[in-house]
């Protein structure tokens, strides 16, 4: 069965802080790693990750993908308060095209 | 770029009661839709997968005759739960990916449908 684990579940850092959320895999037939933020609303897309080793970059977030060790990390530098927020990882399947959810890392920032 | 129209946002009902949700692609024509749903403090978790033209295909442990999809045209896929419970109450969201964009762009999603019964 395709699952997907994230960790840590929860964060709570201070602003400016950098934060490393991580993601493993196990999907059957793998096509792509998604990562989403999610505030009160549905999920917004953040990443999307095909090649192993190749970081992908938007402002201050960055994020990698390791297919020999069917992981991906999300970093976050500088965080502010609006970084806050549940932050999904999804692998995809080839065929499907379905994603399967991790449970998700609630990241909290203070100021 | 793609989007993905989802309403109603908000539901609020009797138990009983048979609830529809629409899920639009706004831009784009999509042979297939996902339906998810999201119980509180919970990851998503994919219902069923609606294809146009032809019959859903539902994950297991999702009842089909209680949630009932209908993909009846290229834009437009509606998921109506039948009989809705308390234990119904959830957050539904639907997705859809451009197929002439496939390699390259990833699933979008609805805003999301709270459905609350009472």
């Known amino acids: 069965e395709d699952k997907v684990v994230q960790s840590p579940l929860s964060l709570v850092v201070h602003e400016g802080d950098t934060v490393t959320l991580n993601c493993s895999y196990e999907?059957?037939?793998?096509?792509?790693l998604l990562w989403y933020k999610q505030e009160k609303k549905a999920p917004t897309f953040l990443f999307m990750l095909?090649?192993?080793?190749i970081e992908k970059k938007s402002g201050r977030l960055s994020s990698i993908l390791d297919k020999k060790e069917l992981s991906s990390i999300l970093n976050i530098t500088a965080t502010q308060t609006g970084d806050s927020a549940i932050y999904l990882c999804?692998?995809?399947?080839?065929?499907?095209?379905?994603?399967?959810f991790g449970q998700g890392t609630r990241l909290t920032i203070n100021p | 770029g793609a989007v993905v129209s989802q309403h109603p946002s908000r539901v609020i009902c009797k138990s009983g009661t048979s609830v529809k949700i629409e899920c639009r692609s706004l831009?784009?024509?999509?042979?297939?839709m996902f339906w998810y749903r999201q119980f509180p403090k919970q990851s998503l978790m994919l219902m069923a997968t609606?294809?146009?033209?032809?019959?859903?295909?539902?994950e297991q442990g999702v009842e089909k005759d209680k949630f009932l999809i209908n993909h009846a045209s290229l834009t437009l896929s509606t998921l109506t739960v039948t009989s809705a419970h308390p234990e119904d109450s959830s957050f539904y969201i639907c997705?859809?990916?451009?197929?002439?964009?496939?390699?390259?762009?990833?699933?979008?999603f609805g805003d999301g449908t709270r459905l609350s019964i009472l």
């Open positions: 095909t090649s192993s080793g």
């Open positions: 609606s294809n146009e033209g032809s019959k859903a295909t539902y």
């Open positions: 831009d784009f024509q999509a042979t297939t």
């Open positions: 999907v059957t037939n793998f096509r792509s």
């Open positions: 997705s859809a990916r451009d197929p002439a964009a496939y390699s390259n762009q990833p699933q979008h």
């Open positions: 999804a692998g995809e399947n080839q065929g499907a095209q379905k994603l399967v």
